[in-house]
C-alpha cells in the first residue's frame, strides 16, 4: 500500500537555526510533490512544488530536494525565526489528487 | 487571503440531524476536495470534483455525499449525523498549473461535534 512517512518526533530549534524535515513515500511515482504549512486550527497553506525531474527549489529561506531514486524529500527552513513554528505537512500527487503525511511540529524557539 | 470560504467554522450538532457544510471559491478553480482531519493526523481525502456535474469518492470512506453544481459551490452533507463524525473538515480547490506556483488553497474548516 502507499505511504508516506515525515518525521514523527517534533522539532524544536533554536532561532537563526537551521530546521531539516525529512518525508519518505513507498509504492509512488509522483509526478509533484508539495510542501504545506499547518497552523493549529486552520487549513494548510501551500509553500513549494518541486516536479519529478526536480532536484532542488528555494523560496525565500525555504529549499526543497527531491530524490526519486532514495524515494524522499528534504525540506529545509534557514534562519529560522519564531513565526515559522507549525506543523509542516509533505503531500504527493497522483492524477491531481493529493495524499499526505501526517506532519512534522516545528517549533523555534527565541 | 481566503479566497475560498467554509462555514460555519464550528458546529455542534445532536445525532440524527441532517447538515451541510459549505464551500465556496471565487478563484474560478475546476477542481475541488474535500478532506477529513483528526487531531495530530493526517489529511484523508473524502470526496473531489474535476468540474461541474463531476463529483468522484476519495480515499477515506465517508458516509457524506457532495453536489457540484455551480463552478465555485461545493457543498458536503451528512444526513444523519453521528459522533464517529466529530472531525475537522477541510475544503481546498486548485486550478491550472502556472509557473511554480501551482497548489491547492484550502479553507480555515470546519469543526464539527456530533454530541
Known amino acids: 500500500s502507499q505511504k508516506i512517512e515525515q518525521n514523527s518526533e517534533a522539532l524544536n530549534i533554536q532561532e537563526g537555526k537551521t530546521a531539516t524535515l525529512t518525508c519518505n513515500y513507498t509504492?509512488?511515482?509522483?509526478?509533484?510533490l508539495q510542501w504545506y504549512r499547518q497552523d493549529p486550527g486552520r487549513g494548510p497553506v501551500f509553500l513549494l512544488l518541486?516536479?519529478?525531474?526536480?532536484k532542488e527549489k528555494r523560496k525565500e529561506r525555504l529549499k526543497v530536494t527531491f530524490d526519486t531514486t532514495l524515494k524522499q524529500s528534504l525540506f529545509h527552513i534557514t534562519a529560522s525565526q519564531p513565526a515559522d513554528s507549525a506543523t509542516y505537512l509533505c503531500?504527493?500527487?497522483?492524477?491531481?489528487?493529493?495524499?499526505f503525511g501526517a506532519g512534522t511540529t516545528v517549533t523555534v524557539r527565541a | 487571503e481566503a479566497d475560498i470560504y467554509q462555514t460555519p467554522r464550528y458546529l455542534v450538532i445532536g445525532t440524527g440531524k441532517k447538515i451541510t457544510l459549505e464551500c465556496s471559491q471565487t478563484?474560478?478553480?475546476?477542481?475541488m476536495y474535500w478532506y477529513q482531519q483528526d487531531p495530530g493526523m493526517e489529511l484523508h481525502l473524502i470526496h473531489y470534483?474535476?468540474?461541474?456535474?463531476?463529483?468522484e469518492k476519495g480515499d477515506l470512506s465517508s458516509e457524506s455525499t457532495v453536489s457540484r453544481i455551480r463552478t465555485e459551490h461545493f457543498p458536503l452533507t451528512l444526513e444523519s449525523a453521528r459522533p464517529s463524525h466529530t472531525s475537522q473538515y477541510l475544503c481546498?480547490?486548485?486550478?491550472?498549473?502556472?509557473?511554480?506556483?501551482?497548489?491547492?488553497?484550502f479553507g480555515s474548516g470546519t469543526r464539527l461535534t456530533v454530541v
Open positions: 481546498a480547490s486548485s486550478g491550472m498549473r502556472t509557473g511554480n506556483n501551482y497548489g491547492y488553497t
Open positions: 509504492n509512488y511515482s509522483p509526478a509533484y
Open positions: 518541486i516536479r519529478e525531474n526536480e
Open positions: 503531500a504527493l500527487e497522483d492524477d491531481y489528487k493529493l495524499s
Open positions: 478563484m474560478g478553480h475546476d477542481k
Open positions: 470534483s474535476y468540474g461541474v456535474n463531476s463529483t
